[in-house]
């Protein structure tokens, strides 16, 4: 069972700076991709970053490329994304989570955990 546990949320200006982290217990796996998602309210879940551990290969949605960056550190099975250049929104609870990629995008396989919240204010 992977436990998923997020941080380094909160609230931040317009044009601000966040660096979230993702750490991974239990049984992981080592040839996926681990990667992050954002919920706003009253939106679906949508997909963010992923990075793979296999090569370290990175994928990243439209709307953040050129802001987010994704890295991990596989040895300790945590990942993290700095957020800069913040708008408003990208306002969301964030969560983390892990598997194959498909078509440039994560396919999440485990229970998700209780995510981290970004405010970003106007």
């Known amino acids: 069972q992977v436990q998923l546990v997020e941080s380094g949320g909160g609230l931040v200006q317009a044009g601000g700076s966040l660096r979230l982290s993702c750490a991974a217990s239990?049984?992981?796996?080592?040839?996926?991709?681990m990667g992050w998602f954002r919920q706003a309210p009253g939106k679906e879940r949508e997909f963010v970053a992923a990075?793979?551990?296999?090569?370290?290969?990175?994928n990243y949605a439209a709307s953040v490329k050129g802001r987010f960056t994704i890295s991990g550190d596989n040895a300790r099975n945590t990942v993290y994304l700095q957020m800069n250049s913040l708008k408003p929104e990208d306002t969301a609870v964030y969560h983390c989570n892990t598997g194959p990629m498909r078509s440039g995008v994560l396919l999440p396989l485990v229970r998700w955990g209780q995510g981290t919240q970004v405010t970003v204010s106007s």
């Open positions: 990075i793979s551990w296999s090569g370290g290969s990175t």
């Open positions: 239990g049984r992981t796996f080592g040839s996926f991709a």
